[in-house]
């Protein structure tokens, strides 16, 4: 069956928000790439599930809204909000981040592209200074004397 890009846009993302590893991997291409802040990414389905399972790992109530997305042809603009609580260890460009318990709430804008059914790239933008100082604990307000 050819699922329209809109129909892959919703499983892919019915996927992630329900941890479906194989319902997300069905729907991604063999030679699929993804882009991410700070040269995250990969190219290859076993990459890209990899990934976006590492966001899985490091938050496991990881879930995403979308407010708006717009299709041209086969291309998917998305708008939305990550939300989760951190955890799991998050890898991340200059070094892991180990589980700090503490909740994030990240806007992203994701452009896709699809062909046959099929997720062919992801190219994710988001604020990674945002995400890391929800993630650092709170400091401690020092008082002039």
């Known amino acids: ?12 993302t019915d996927a992630f ?3 479906d ?3 997300f991997a069905a ?18 389905r076993a990459a890209c599930v ?10 496991p109530d990881a879930h995403v809204e979308v407010h708006r997305v717009y299709f041209v042809d086969d291309v998917a603009v998305e708008e939305g909000t990550f939300s989760g609580t951190h955890h799991g260890v998050l890898h991340a460009p200059g070094g892991d981040i180990p589980p700090t318990g503490r909740s994030v709430s990240l806007d992203y804008v994701q452009v896709l592209r699809f062909r ?3 997720h062919v790239s ?3 933008m988001f604020d990674r200074l945002a995400m890391l100082e929800q993630l650092e604990p709170a400091s401690t307000p020092t008082h002039a004397r």
Do not use: C, K
């Open 1 to 12: 069956m050819t699922l329209t890009a809109r129909e892959a846009f919703e499983r892919g």
């Open 17 to 19: 928000n329900a941890h």
């Open 21 to 23: 590893i194989d319902g």
């Open 27 to 44: 729907v991604i291409a063999d030679d699929v790439v993804v882009q991410a802040p700070g040269g995250m990414g990969g190219r290859g």
């Open 50 to 59: 990899e990934f976006y399972g590492g966001w899985w790992s490091a938050f």
């Open 116 to 118: 046959d059914s099929q």
């Open 122 to 124: 992801f190219h994710l």
